[in-house]
Structures are given as C-alpha cells and as structure tokens.
C-alpha cells in the first residue's frame, strides 16, 4: 500500500548519541555557536569506546564522528595529544570557513578525557 510513497531518510552515525556510564564527558559550545558533546569510555588506559552528538551542520557531524572513530583503541597518551589535522587528513575537501569544526571535535574529545582523569584523580589532573 505504501510501496509508492518515498520516505526521506537522514543516516546517523552509529557512534551518535550519548554513552551511558561514560568515563569521561565534555561539552563544548565553538565559537560558531555549534555544541558538541564526546562521551568516553576507558579501559586498560585506552578509549575502548566513544560517542559524540553536535547540533551543528553536516560538517560537523563528519568531524565528530570521525574523532570518536580516531580515538577508539588509542592510548590517552594519544588523545591527550590529538590534533584536528588528524581529522582534516580524512577529508581532504572540508572548506576552510567549515575547518573550525575539527577543531571543536579535538578540543571536545581532549576535554572528555580531561573529565575522565579528572574523576580517577579524585578531581586533580595529573599532566605527566
């Protein structure tokens, strides 16, 4: 009955949305006004598992989703160091007025995990 009828679809990302029982949890509003959000989770001293949501534009849904990908099975070493070029050299074809995006998804993640060891350091962060 309804064969005929097309339905517009949107494809989310299956690392959208929030992590429940997060270890780690950051919220970042850009300058642009787009928030993001990352949710973390830790195991063995490495991101076994991270989420993210934005209320921004497609470009930042690309960048969030693809720092939580990055981010998975890294070292916190690693993500205590990520950078938004890591982002950038996945897609090449971010115009440069959207590039800001990448870099809230790296300040985002860094600041999930800041969380994170924030709470295993009963609220000290150690920056060894």
Known sequence: MFSNILIPTKTVPSNFGPLREADGHAKITGPCGDTMEF????????????????????????????????????????????????????????????????????NTLKAALEDYLSRQCGGEVSHE
Do not use: M, N
């Open 39 to 106: 949710w973390l989770s830790v195991k063995d001293d490495q991101v076994s598992y991270a989420t993210y949501t934005t209320d921004g534009c497609y470009h930042s849904i690309l960048c969030g989703c693809l720092a939580a990908l990055l981010a998975v099975g890294k070292p916190l070493d690693f993500i205590r160091q990520f950078k938004s070029e890591y982002v950038l050299a996945l897609v090449e074809d971010i115009p440069g007025e959207y590039q800001h995006c990448a870099l809230l998804a790296s």
